[in-house]
Structure formats: structure tokens, C-alpha cells
């Protein structure tokens, strides 16, 4: 017999926020405001890694060493003056959080973004009142694919074991980190990762959207 799912982990951007896009832009006009060039289809392909890991796919040692914190703080400072105000909810969302809770199930975020960040997101997702657990970049020294945010979640996590902890995500980057953190992740596909990149990274299940997870909760891994 499988064991009960005790605690959902739900990335946020592209898996709870329509968000990746917006992230992408302002990447990109980060770098070109220091000169770097960069295609918003590249970037956007690195949504899902905290700025530690994406920085080093566009900036190389000697400049990250110089650079990297100005360039990561503009970025940040961007997002949320131009873009966050633009993010909106997947369809689903309170509703797929709210029946979680209401499954007896524990109700965690695990986001690459900055503490700030993530406290707005759940101000736009309508969620603050859901959410049982947070951890965000500040929780770990290193973000996604590394698995350092999911070794926080589990620890605030009181003991739980490994089997009866879950992900929702939406980019091969989560499920990796969860993989070596010890957890399975479902995908889901509104963060615009193509089936075959999630299912390759090792995804139990996949579903178009937190809507569609709701829909069929009952016979998902979670229910």
C-alpha cells in the first residue's frame, strides 16, 4: 500500500503565478542595461534556477565576480517595479490550495525567489491564509537544481517522512532538485516546459494546470 501524501510543496512561478515570461523580460533588460545581450527564449529556458545558477549561464567568472550582485539586484529591484504588477494566478489556484488543506494535507511553498518576492506572490495568489510553510532562496544557499530549498522544506516539515512529502512544479529544474532531496514531483505544464522534458526529468504525473490537478485530485498521486 502506497503511503498517504501528508504535505504538498508547490513551486510558485509558472506553477501557481503566470509568471516565467515576465521573469524572462526582466532578465533580459538587466543584461542589456549592463551590456550583455541575451534572447528571451534562452532566458526564459533558465526560469525555474535562482539567480546563483542563471547568472553563470550569461555572465562569465571574471564579470559574475564584478558584476553579478548589481546586476542580480537591478533585475530584482525591476521585477517588482515593472513586471510583478502584471503576474497573475493560474486558474485553480485558491481552490486547489484551499482543498489540500481540507484533505488534512500540509500546504508548503518552496520558490527560488527572494523572501520579499515570495511574500508578495502570495498576496497576488489570494493564498496567504493557505500556506503553512514557506521557503525561498533566503532558506538556501544554493537554488534549484540544487536541492538545498527542498532540504529546508523538509526540515520545517517536523519529521515527516520523505515518501509522504509531494511537489508540484513545473520545470525539470524542480523536479531534479526534489530527486536529489528524496522527492517525487507531479508537472505541470502552464509554465510552458514541453510533457517530454518534464516526464524525461522524472515526473510521476503530469497536468496541464493547478485547475486540472484539482479536476482530477482524487486519482492523482495526491489523493
Known sequence: MSTRIRAVVFDIDGT????VDLHARAWVEAFAQFDIETEEAQVRRQIGKGGDQLLPVFVDEARLARDGEAIESYR?????RDYLPLAR???????????????????????SGKASEVENYQKILGITD????????????RSKP?????????????GLPKEAVMVVGDTPYDVQAAAKAGLS????????FPEAELSAAGCVAIY???????????RSPLG
Open 16 to 19: 501557481l503565478l503566470d509568471s
Open 76 to 80: 530584482s529591484d525591476l521585477f517588482k
Open 89 to 111: 494566478p493560474f486558474p485553480g489556484v485558491r481552490v486547489l490550495l484551499s482543498h489540500v488543506r481540507d484533505a488534512g494535507q500540509i500546504v508548503a511553498l518552496a520558490s
Open 130 to 141: 493557505l500556506v503553512d510553510v514557506v521557503t525561498t532562496a533566503d532558506d538556501a544557499e
Open 146 to 158: 540544487h536541492p538545498d530549498i527542498f532540504e529546508a522544506v523538509l526540515s520545517k516539515l517536523s
Open 185 to 192: 514531483t507531479i508537472g505541470v505544464l502552464c509554465g510552458g
Open 208 to 218: 496541464r494546470d493547478p485547475q486540472d490537478l484539482l479536476d482530477g485530485y482524487a
